[in-house]
T-cell receptor, first 115, second 116 residues
Framework: AQTVTQSQPEMSVQEAETVTLSCTYD???????LFWYKQPPSRQMILVIR??????QNATENRFSVNFQKAAKSFSLKISDSQLGDAAMYFC????????????FGKGTKLTVNP | GAGVSQTPSNKVTEKGKYVELRCDPI?????LYWYRQSLGQGPEFLIY????????DSGLPNDRFFAVRPEGSVSTLKIQRTERGDSAVYLC??????????????FGEGSRLTVL
């Protein structure tokens, strides 16, 4: 079974600075998809960014980018120019490429943004 | 509606009681998912519906848990003989057709269940 590990329970960053959240995963599959979701105190999970494993180019969405290292099974999230609204729990997630609908989540990292 | 709606937002019940949690997905979304999020954990998959049928219920922990989606829209998660270990936030998500591959899930705000 696939597993997702987020080794940083909590992280903090100064407003306008850059922070990187770590994620590693374990799989024997070659075809899969990776995601970062944000969960603010409202509890609603919101998709931040996604990556196909077969693409070498790292995904970017405005201030959010990933560093995808397939051989190392690492999928870190970089947040640039951090804003107060970025404060939330961040979850890394994995989905198999074989038509599976199931997302496997890590335990999350709580991000605090200091003014 | 504009987003996925879940009711109740919070539910407190006693051990052994029966509870129902409701999910109203985004209009037009045929795929619906239930996840359970225990304190300090990430969401765990419970069940996935495509239309009215449960396409994958491999995440349901035991036979006390059951979910239905009779008309392919609203879904109800049913928990019988609740136990203290069932306390968690139950998240519902929906997507257009399927979310396979890079497809995005749209989540509700969850129902927090507390079993005393």
């Amino acid at each position: 079974a696939q597993t997702v590990t987020q080794s940083q329970p909590e992280m903090s960053v100064q407003e306008a600075e850059t922070v990187t959240l770590s994620c590693t995963y374990d799989t024997s599959e070659s075809d899969y998809y990776l995601f970062w979701y944000k969960q603010p105190p409202s509890r609603q999970m919101i998709l931040v960014i996604r990556q196909e494993a077969y693409k070498q180019q790292n995904a970017t969405e405005n201030r959010f980018s990933v560093n995808f290292q397939k051989a190392a099974k690492s999928f870190s999230l970089k947040i640039s120019d951090s804003q107060l609204g970025d404060a939330a729990m961040y979850f890394c997630a994995y989905r198999s490429g074989g038509g599976s609908e199931k997302l496997v989540f890590g335990k999350g990292t709580k991000l605090t943004v200091n003014p | 509606g504009a987003g996925v709606s879940q009711t109740p937002s919070n539910k407190v019940t006693e051990k052994g009681k029966y509870v129902e949690l409701r999910c109203d997905p985004i209009s037009g979304h045929t795929a619906l998912y239930w996840y359970r999020q225990s304190l300090g954990q990430g969401p765990e998959f419970l069940i996935y519906f495509q239309g009215t049928g449960a396409a994958d219920d491999s995440g349901l922990p035991n036979d006390r848990f059951f979910a239905v989606r009779p008309e392919g829209s609203v879904s109800t998660l049913k928990i019988q003989r609740t136990e203290r270990g069932d306390s968690a936030v139950y998240l519902c998500a929906s997507s257009f057709y399927t979310s396979g591959g890079l497809g995005e899930l749209f989540f509700g705000e969850g129902s927090r269940l507390t079993v005393l």
